[in-house]
């Protein structure tokens, strides 16, 4: 029997995953939710490798735009709704940047 597709209801909102011993949460941004799992986009400052990540014009946090630069992660993640936490500071996707989140959201 094949396995069932799942339905992804749409969803725009962000969040920040929670951080762990090892790990920093980054802020994340929701753009579909299945149950109670999420599909997210990833924001960093630091990028692991320069070809899984795309700069993005401005910051998504207001008060440091133009400070530090923002990657986005090219791949979409998908996780469990609990291992995402409410976001710390307000963000928000410039409307330059728009294109480039639309464009890796699938």
Avoid: C
């Avoid at 070809?51 to 440091?64: G, R, S, T, V």
């Amino acid at each position: 029997m094949a396995k069932k597709k799942r339905k992804w209801n749409r969803a725009h909102y962000f969040r920040r995953k929670k951080s762990t011993q090892h790990k920093v949460g980054h802020p994340v941004y929701v753009y579909g939710t299945s149950g109670r799992f999420s599909k997210y986009l990833v924001f960093t400052h630091t990028p692991e490798n320069e070809q899984d990540y795309e700069k993005l014009k401005h910051n998504i946090d207001p008060a440091e735009d133009g400070k530090r630069d923002t990657y986005v992660k090219k791949k979409p993640e998908v996780n469990h709704s609990d291992a995402l936490r409410d976001p710390d500071k307000k963000y928000r996707i410039h409307d330059d940047d728009k294109d480039t989140i639309k464009k890796y959201k699938k």
